[in-house]
C-alpha cells in the first residue's frame, strides 16, 4: 500500500504539472515536448498504482499505448462526433498527429527506463 501510494502522489504531481503547462505556458518547447514527455510519465506512474509491482515490459507497453493513441489521431479519431463534441476528450486525446510526438514519448519512456534501472541496481 505504501508504493501505491507514492505512485498515486507522483502522478498527480505530474498530472498537476501538465494542467500548469496547459493552462500557463504559451511557448514553443515546454508545452509541445515537455509537455508530451511527461505524459507518458503520467501513464506509468497510474499503471503503477494500479500494479505497484510493476512489469517487466511495463515502460514499453506504455510506449505503444502513446504510440497508438497517437496514430489514431492521424487517422482523424478527432473528428468523430464523441471526441470533437467534448473538450476533456479533444484535450486528453488530442487532434494532430506529430512524429515529434512519439519521439517525446520514447524520450520520457527512456527516463523512465532509465531510472527504474537505477532504482534496481541500488536495490542489489
Known amino acids: 500500500m505504501k ?3 507514492w ?6 504531481t505530474v498530472v498537476g504539472f501538465e494542467i500548469l ?4 505556458v504559451h511557448d514553443a518547447f515546454i508545452r509541445p515536448y515537455v509537455g508530451d514527455v511527461l505524459v507518458v510519465v503520467a501513464v ?5 498504482a494500479i500494479r505497484p509491482q510493476g512489469h517487466r515490459w511495463l515502460t514499453l507497453w506504455v510506449f505503444l499505448f502513446a504510440a497508438v493513441v497517437e496514430c489514431l489521431q492521424g487517422l482523424g479519431w478527432g473528428n468523430l462526433p ?4 467534448s473538450r476533456l476528450l479533444r484535450v486528453l486525446l488530442g487532434s494532430t ?13 527512456g ?5 527504474e534501472w537505477i532504482v534496481r541496481k541500488k536495490r542489489g
Open 97 to 109: 498527429f506529430d512524429w515529434r510526438d512519439i519521439l517525446c514519448y520514447a524520450v520520457g519512456c
Open 44 to 48: 506509468y506512474l497510474l499503471a503503477r
Open 21 to 24: 503547462i496547459g493552462k500557463y
Open 3 to 5: 508504493n501505491r501510494l
Open 7 to 12: 505512485f498515486i502522489l507522483g502522478f498527480a
Open 82 to 85: 464523441v471526441v470533437r463534441d
Open 111 to 115: 527516463g523512465i527506463a532509465l531510472a
